[in-house]
């Protein structure tokens, strides 16, 4: 069955301190085009780990919002998630264990979000590359 939209999904967190005021952003793209593109804060005391997960899950919950908008089934869409978080990425793949409860907290809810959709690719990109695509 072919998927209704094909969506990239490309996220990147941080924190100023590592813990510190954490951010993200995150770009929607469906079928070539940009649909959305975000500029977020987590508050004052983030891991780059968890503002990493944190801008993923806002990501996840926008192109679901997106989705319903066009009035379309997230089990019929292909979405590729992109970025340069080896552990996230990782750890959503199953590669590595969450060995800290609120990372394991995160990514199970990553997990389920992801689920909702048809067909879902996890794709570790070059730092270089998260740079060019959301600028920091």
Known sequence: MAARHHLILHFDGGSRGNPG???GSYVLMADGREQRRRRLD???HRTNNEAEYEALLAG???TLAWLAEQRADPAQASLEVRGDSQLVIRQLQGAWRCREPRMAV???R???LLQRFGRRTLRL???EKTMEVLGH
Do not use: E
Request: aromatic share 12%; net charge neutral; hydrophobic share 35%.
């Open 21 to 23: 005021p954490g951010y």
């Open 42 to 44: 987590f508050g004052p």
């Open 60 to 62: 996840l919950q926008d």
């Open 106 to 108: 995160l990514c199970s």
């Open 110 to 112: 990553a997990q389920a």
């Open 125 to 127: 990109v070059p730092r």
